[in-house]
Every structure is written in C-alpha cells, then in structure tokens.
C-alpha cells in the first residue's frame, strides 16, 4: 500500500537546491461560452447517444453519460493553484519533482495574450510533453536559467494540435 501512497503523492526529496524562479498559475480557465456552444454540444451529444442506440453499441453511451457528468462536475469547481518551483537540481511542479536528469529540453511559446507556455519534455516517452503556462513570468529569465541545465529544442515555434484545438473550442 505505502507503493501507490508513494505514486500519488509523492515526497519532495530533503535537499532540492536553490529554487531561483518561482510562480504559480490556474490549473485551468474557465472560458466563457455562449448559449450557441451549449446548444452545439448538446446537438453533438444527442447524435452521438443516438448512434451508440442504433448500433446497440450500450458502452459507448455510458461513457458518453459518463464524459457529460465528469464537464459538469468540473464545471461548478474553481481551478487549483499550483505552484511551479525552477531551481539548481530540478524543476517542482504541483508539489510533483522533476530532476535534470529526467528532462530532454524545453521549448518556451510566448505570443501574447493567448499563449505563454514553457513546454518541458522527458527523456521517457511515456510521461510526453508538460505544458506549463508563465502567467507573469519573464519567458527571457525562465529561458536563460534552464539553458544552464538543458537544451532548448529551437525549431518549436508553435503550439501542438491538442492545445490549439482546445483553445478553439473554449475546452480547457
């Protein structure tokens, strides 16, 4: 049991270095949506449940029910703060370390106001890319101090399909 205690809330280590660039930013925002995107989605929603009774395919209207309730329920919830911490031994994100050794490079998109987002990428394929928004934060300090630990993948200049898709859709 102490295994999957570890795996969900893991522990900071004792030392960690000097933490020299620090912020925080929202979990998620909440976009403001107008009637015509309720109205669609619910148009969406009926067809898919419609085709799912057709084909007498019951699992996929459940998860279908199932996706409605988890947007509803996160809907009518405020946004978490996390806290990302960038120092000498690693990077803390959401109370969850990250060392150098575990990172491949970084790339930093920064057109504002719609996209200011440090990107990190690991070593492991399986952990992907962790897009971390700046909020506040200088993009040239963040940049500058990482360069010492890892390399910066410079040919990234825009953001992926899966963020600029949400983004479009207000879904985020």
């Given at each position: 049991?102490?295994?999957?205690?570890?795996?969900?809330?893991?522990?900071?280590?004792?030392?960690?270095?000097?933490?020299?660039?620090?912020?925080?930013?929202?979990?998620?925002?909440?976009?403001?949506?107008?009637?015509?995107?309720?109205?669609?989605?619910?148009?969406?929603?009926?067809?898919?449940?419609?085709?799912?009774v057709f084909t007498?395919?019951?699992?996929?209207?459940?998860?279908?029910?199932?996706?409605?309730?988890?947007?509803?329920?996160?809907?009518?919830?405020a946004p978490r703060?996390?806290?990302?911490?960038?120092?000498?031994?690693?990077?803390?994100?959401?109370?969850?370390?990250?060392?150098?050794?575990?990172?491949?490079?970084?790339?930093?998109?920064?057109?504002?106001?719609?996209?200011?987002?440090?990107?990190?990428?690991?070593?492991?394929?399986i952990k992907g890319?962790?897009?971390?928004?700046?909020?506040?934060?200088?993009?040239?300090?963040?940049?500058?101090?990482?360069?010492?630990?890892?390399?910066?993948?410079?040919?990234?200049?825009?953001?992926?399909?899966?963020?600029?898709?949400?983004?479009?859709?207000?879904?985020?």
């Open positions: 049991m102490k295994i999957l205690n570890d795996f969900f809330s893991p522990q900071l280590p004792d030392n960690i270095g000097d933490v020299h660039l620090e912020w925080n930013f929202k979990e998620y925002e909440h976009e403001a949506v107008n009637r015509t995107w309720y109205i669609v989605g619910a148009i969406v929603l009926a067809g898919l449940l419609a085709y799912s007498a395919n019951f699992l996929f209207a459940i998860i279908l029910l199932l996706s409605v309730f988890v947007i509803i329920y996160q809907f009518f919830q703060e996390i806290n990302v911490q960038i120092g000498e031994d690693g990077v803390i994100i959401d109370k969850r370390y990250y060392p150098y050794k575990e990172l491949k490079n970084f790339w930093i998109i920064y057109e504002p106001p719609v996209y200011k987002y440090l990107y990190i990428d690991f070593k492991s394929d890319v962790y897009p971390v928004p700046l909020s506040d934060e200088n993009p040239l300090k963040v940049r500058e101090f990482l360069l010492k630990y890892i390399d910066e993948d410079i040919e990234k200049e825009e953001a992926g399909f899966d963020e600029a898709f949400s983004k479009l859709i207000k879904f985020r």
